[in-house]
């Protein structure tokens, strides 16, 4: 039941991102670079490291 929840939770975190960037206003839809920083700093609300290996993430994420 907890991996339901997190799923849940992941997929709302995307849904309110994609609607961020179907935003009417273009000055509101997030930029690549804002939305490259929402995955940085809040990873575990977007990502599952029950699937994902953080630390390969982490290596990726220093190469940006």
């Known amino acids: 039941e907890r991996d339901h929840h997190l799923k849940f939770a992941i997929f709302l975190q995307i849904i309110e991102l994609i ?13 690549f670079a804002e939305i490259v920083k929402d ?11 029950h699937l ?5 993430f982490d290596e990726y994420i220093e190469l940006l």
Do not use: H, L
């Open 19 to 31: 609607e961020k960037c179907w935003d009417r206003d273009p000055e509101q839809r997030p930029s």
């Open 39 to 49: 995955f940085i700093d809040d990873k575990y609300d977007y990502f599952d490291f």
């Open 52 to 56: 994902i290996n953080e630390d390969a």
